[in-house]
């Protein structure tokens, strides 16, 4: 009895794996450097565990931990830039970001957040900016277009990551 596997399934499963990589290891593609050493990883992932609970501030130092093992990660400025943001260091965000930008051109959740960022410190044409990058990267980013709608004056809470 043989067993016959549709051509279709066998094409699925490599895009499958790799996808799985991506999830697994969010620390993607676009990265200027080589490998990531475990510890590299599990700093990164205790920065995201520890943002994911509030505590902002060892966040930040498990990034910058992460970022002395393994310099030049897009994801690495993009997820510190997010912590200063949530303590409310927005200048300090917005540097983040920048290096995220610069290391990723096409971050788009980087342009949202530094629009975000930009908004907070009342800049709304940096803010737009931003923003419109955001869109013209990925046209169907949802948080982009609603962070752009916000007027200035407007303490509504951003829609981002």
Known sequence: MAIRIKMNTI???PVLMTQLLF???????EQKTGTVTREAVNSFQQG??????????RAVKEYDRFMEIAPGRADAHYRRGLAYYSLGELDRAVRDLDQAIEINPT??????LRGVAYHGLGDPAQAIKNYDKAIKLRANFPEAYNNRGLPMS?????RGD
């Open 107 to 112: 971050h788009t959740e980087a342009y949202n």
């Open 154 to 158: 407007d303490s509504a809470t951003w």
């Open 48 to 57: 995201r565990f520890y943002h994911d609970r509030g505590d902002y501030q």
């Open 23 to 29: 999830i697994a290891m969010p620390l993607s593609a």
């Open 11 to 13: 094409c699925i499963i």
